[in-house]
């Protein structure tokens, strides 16, 4: 059979006694499994972490446009009374500016 003629499109093989067969796989060190492991759990928090951030920041802004007409509101009652305090700040200021001074008023003993 060695001395057969080989074909042009014949692919010619190893004799079965040449073939070289793997060895036992060495195991896996333990350590590389610890690793992986939490590598793992550390991945799937961020992605937890990530979906939950994503969750929270639509919830938000779907709670600040319900909140928009109302926040105006109060905008606009501030302004308002801060006008006011401005107003009665001023009075106030008239008003101690109105009294006589300590210094000209007669010592009552």
Same mark, same amino acid.
């Given at each position: 059979? $060695? #001395? $057969?003629?080989?074909? &042009?499109?014949?692919?010619? !093989?190893?004799?079965? !006694? @040449?073939?070289?067969?793997?060895?036992?796989? &060495?195991?896996?060190?333990?350590?590389?499994?610890?690793?992986?492991?939490?590598?793992?759990?550390? =991945?799937?928090?961020?992605?937890?972490?990530?979906?939950?951030?994503?969750?929270?920041?639509?919830?938000?802004?779907?709670?600040? +446009?319900?909140?928009?007409?109302?926040?105006?509101? =109060?905008?606009?009652?501030?302004? &308002?009374? #801060?006008?006011? !305090?401005?107003?009665?700040?001023? @009075? !106030?200021?008239?008003? +101690? #500016?109105?009294?006589?001074?300590?210094?000209?008023?007669?010592?009552? &003993?």
């Amino acid at each position: 059979m $060695e #001395n $057969e003629p080989v074909a &042009k499109n014949q692919i010619q !093989s190893a004799p079965v !006694s @040449e073939v070289i067969t793997p060895e036992t796989k &060495k195991k896996v060190s333990p350590w590389v499994w610890a690793i992986g492991g939490c590598l793992l759990i550390v =991945f799937l928090f961020m992605i937890v972490m990530g979906a939950l951030g994503w969750w929270g920041y639509k919830a938000a802004k779907r709670e600040l +446009r319900k909140q928009t007409p109302a926040m105006k509101e =109060f905008q606009q009652k501030m302004e &308002k009374a #801060n006008k006011e !305090s401005d107003e009665w700040e001023e @009075e !106030s200021r008239s008003t +101690r #500016n109105s009294m006589p001074d300590e210094t000209a008023l007669p010592e009552l &003993k």
